[in-house]
């Protein structure tokens, strides 16, 4: 099965090494442009990136502003490839670039499909506090995350786990689940789900404000926020230090009955 991998963040880049060390023949692989980071402004690339220019110096790499684009549809159609194969990439596509490869599109999401559809499945989980959660491998469609179930597997959600510790589990599960479905690829296919939209929930991305923390909220809500934004950005509150106001980032707490309250520093 020859694949071009489409992706952006390190957890994709995780995954992208997965297949690699898998035996999956990757054609080219896409992520996003360079962009400026920091308060230098300094451009930066994807993990994607950086994973393909030091382990697969050989194979082509794209980073289309928009990947849905004539121009960039024809130079997709030059390699004749079975599948795409996106997670993370961070674009919706347009059906003739997912109607190129022979086997058309699949994509690897990080939750148990048709929840939490969209851009931030696992931080939205914790948020819930759900007890469990999982990825799935889908048929790419039009409508975002709505395709037919490919595979799905189920990991339980510690109320400890934090989104770094979630993001790793999930990776692991991630991989092997998408390397399974590409090397029995008609098998999947064959036995494909199609989802119900009846149960399908919503994400939206996540914004800065979502980590600041309401101290009017309960103890559950405020250890699950805590969770889901540990270690990046880092759940926050604003505390008095000397009569000024500092911000104060909070990596874990520990739910009690009590009702939660602010933090005083002398």
């Not at 220019?53 to 960039?72: C, G, H, M, R």
């Not at 999982?134 to 989104?163: F, R």
Request: hydrophobic content about 40%; overall charge neutral; glycine content about 6%.
């Amino acid at each position: 099965m020859n694949i071009i991998y489409f992706g952006t963040p390190q957890i994709a880049a995780d995954v992208l090494k997965m297949l690699v060390d898998g035996g999956v023949n990757v054609l080219a692989v896409v992520t996003k442009p360079d962009k400026p980071r920091g308060r230098s402004g300094k451009l930066a690339c994807s993990p994607v990136k950086e994973f393909a220019l030091k382990f697969l110096p050989n194979i082509p790499l794209y980073q289309p502003e928009k990947a849905s684009t004539p121009t960039f549809e024809g130079e997709m159609k030059k390699y004749g490839a079975d599948l795409f194969v996106v997670f993370a990439y961070g674009e919706i596509m347009k059906q003739p670039l997912l109607d190129i490869p022979k086997e058309g599109a699949i994509n690897l999401h990080a939750s148990l499909l048709p929840k939490y559809r969209g851009a931030a499945p696992i931080q939205y989980a914790l948020l819930d506090g759900a007890k469990e959660t999982g990825v799935t491998v889908i048929e790419m469609v039009l409508k975002m995350d709505a395709g037919a179930i490919l595979a799905q597997e189920k990991i339980p959600l510690h109320p400890e786990m934090n989104h770094a510790a979630l993001e790793e589990a999930l990776k692991d599960l991630g991989g092997e689940t998408l390397l399974r479905v590409i090397k029995n690829y008609a098998y999947h296919k064959e036995h494909k789900v199609p989802q119900n939209p009846d149960e399908a929930t919503y994400v939206q991305k996540i914004t800065p404000q979502m980590a600041e923390i309401d101290w009017s909220q309960s103890a559950n809500t405020i250890h699950n926020q805590v969770r889901a934004f540990s270690p990046l950005p880092g759940a926050w509150t604003t505390v008095e230090v000397q009569g000024v106001s500092k911000r104060l980032k909070i990596f874990y707490v520990l739910p009690t009955q009590e009702r939660p309250t602010y933090f005083f520093f002398n």
